[in-house]
């Protein structure tokens, strides 16, 4: 049983998590669009995950014996001015999710929903791993400083990540 605040924020939730999806492939089209294939990948496996996340908070509802909603999606952002700018947008998404799930642990901490709390932690380690990803390639794009040579190497590191679903 969950209250009917917590189940509107769940439900809203899993929007945001299909809609990240979408977001993120959004990106990977338009880094194969700039021939960065590698990049690409990072974020088709990245689109994977938030399908996951959102399916994450589907079961979670169902096992809460609650009816999920879905809602429709907005149009993501499809053009974009190169590569660091695309990591900067998702840096920024990042932070707005890991918002969005501690609003949803305060609202859980009020009302004292223990079920929840212990659902959303794996949610809470999630986005500090997700942001110091974001932030470390980040990192690595502003040093390569527009160096072709620099970028394809990366560009090949991101092509070998796969999804691989979090057994947790
Ligand atoms: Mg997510």
Redesign the pocket.
């Known amino acids: 049983m969950l209250s009917k605040k917590l189940l509107e924020e769940i439900n809203e939730q899993i929007k945001y998590?299909f809609y990240?999806s979408h977001l993120y492939l959004a990106m990977a089209s338009y880094c194969y669009s700039i021939d960065l294939d590698g990049f690409a990948n990072f974020f088709m496996v990245q689109a994977e995950?938030?399908k996951f996340?959102a399916m994450k908070f589907f079961n979670f509802v169902n096992e809460m014996d609650e009816t999920v909603e879905i809602k429709g999606l907005d149009t993501p952002e499809n053009n974009y001015d190169g590569i660091i700018d695309i990591y900067e947008k998702t840096l920024e998404h990042e932070k707005f999710?890991t918002s969005r799930i501690y609003k949803l642990m305060d609202i859980a901490m009020e009302e004292r929903e223990h079920a929840t709390i212990s659902f959303l932690k794996w949610?809470i380690d999630?986005?500090v791993e997700?942001e110091s990803t974001v932030k470390g390639i980040l990192q690595k794009l502003k040093r390569a400083n527009g160096d072709v040579s620099l970028i394809y190497s990366l560009d090949t590191e991101m092509g070998k990540r796969v999804f691989t679903p979090p057994t947790a």
């Open positions: 998590e990240s995950e938030e996340h999710v949610f999630e986005q997700e």
